[in-house]
């Protein structure tokens, strides 16, 4: 295929940015998308030209370092799918497709397509560590764990980090990630010592990182590449009124 790439270009945090035009001949369709990034960098540098930055690590759609808006969407057009996972069988010869950074006032552009996710650190930080018995490995079955909870813990746990739920947010939210993190551990019998800090410095550390507040519009879960569902929200919501009502003491708690 051949195509044509608009892509952001930013020389740091400060400099003004702009969409700049890339043709990229001869691309297969069994190329991922990164692959076509790397061939267009290596173009780019031989012709003695500043390769585009972007972030990437396992390219498995396991680590959450690739990140980017493919023509308006987070992580391109193919649901639950990573950049570095999305293959150019999904697009078609003669096609101009824009990518652009994640855009959240959260997350400063650091060069090109690379932004600052420094946040999303600042917000597990804050939720702090879970209490353990030291000494050897509790029996098995001491503990039970309702099934729905254990699977509803587990979805949750396979957030990767990636932002794409802030990206594609109106309100540049990151309520998706935050409850996430919050409730894979308040649904099981481990996270509950902490339960009610636990929220609370989370969402607090969310709202002071500069990310927008949830209006359950529904774009997050849309583009996660790990189907995070918005009822985790609802959880974290939950967990978030009992801790502050029981903090502050209010009637009835």
């Not at 824009?98 to 597990?124: G, M, N, S, Y």
């Not at 594609?168 to 894979?184: E, Q």
């Amino acid at each position: 295929m051949n195509l044509t790439l608009r892509i952001w270009r930013q020389s740091g945090p400060d400099d003004p940015g702009r969409m700049v035009s890339y043709p990229v001949p001869d691309v297969s369709p069994d190329m991922s998308f990164l692959e076509m990034l790397d061939v267009l960098n290596e173009r780019l540098t031989l012709d003695g030209e500043e390769p585009v930055a972007f972030d990437h690590d396992c390219r498995e759609g396991i680590c959450g370092a690739c990140g980017m808006v493919i023509n308006g969407v987070a992580h391109g057009p193919e649901r639950a799918t990573t950049a570095c996972q999305l293959h150019m069988r999904h697009f078609s010869d003669g096609q101009t497709i824009d990518i652009e950074p994640w855009r959240a006032r959260a997350f400063p552009v650091v060069k090109d397509l690379v932004v600052d996710r420094t946040a999303f650190d600042q917000i597990i930080a804050a939720g702090g560590y879970i209490t353990a018995p030291a000494g050897s490995a509790p029996e098995a079955h001491a503990q039970l764990v309702r099934k729905s909870d254990a699977d509803a813990a587990f979805e949750s746990a396979a957030c990767i980090g990636c932002g794409a739920c802030v990206a594609a947010c109106p309100n540049g939210s990151a309520m998706l990630f935050t409850a996430a993190k919050v409730t894979h551990l308040s649904l099981l019998p481990q996270g509950q010592p902490e339960r009610s800090t636990r929220v609370v410095g989370m969402v607090d550390a969310h709202d002071a990182a500069g990310f927008g507040g949830c209006t359950n519009i529904g774009e997050c879960t849309a583009v996660c590449p790990k189907g995070i569902p918005l009822t985790s929200i609802g959880r974290l919501n939950r967990d978030y009124l009992k801790a502050t009502r029981d903090r502050d003491g209010a009637p009835g708690t």
